[in-house]
């Protein structure tokens, strides 16, 4: 069983910072391509940003020079560094990391559970 865990959410202001971590364990013989989504409240889930195990980035356009998404390998752990943060940005975010199991012969996406990020003055 694989599980990808989220912390880091939470209230902050217009203009100001929040990290999220996202680390992924179980039965894990390498992790591939993680991301980062979000939700806002009655909208569609969007791609925020992805990495690639050798640390290849890509970012949606709304957080370009914003948000910086980065990895440790050792730890099965992704980061989002989120700066300059705007009330657009309220959303729920997800985590994806696509995982090759020990015991499976083919990798499959796996979602953490997803935190609450609110920017509000």
């Known amino acids: 069983q694989v599980q990808l865990v989220e912390s880091g959410g939470g209230l902050v202001q217009p203009g100001g910072s929040l990290r999220l971590s996202c680390a992924a364990s179980g039965n894990i013989f390498r992790v591939n391509d993680m991301g980062w989504y979000r939700q806002a409240l009655g909208k569609q889930r969007e791609l925020v940003a992805t990495i690639t195990s050798g640390g290849v980035t890509d970012y949606a356009d709304s957080v370009k020079g914003r948000f910086t998404i980065s990895r440790d390998n050792a730890k099965n752990t992704v980061y989002l560094q989120m700066n300059s943060l705007k009330a657009d940005d309220t959303a729920v975010y997800y985590c994806?990391?696509?995982?090759?199991?020990?015991?499976?012969?083919?990798?499959?996406?796996?979602w953490g559970q997803g935190t609450q990020v609110t920017v509000s003055s």
């Open positions: 994806k990391g696509n995982v090759f199991r020990l015991t499976a012969g083919f990798p499959r996406d796996y």
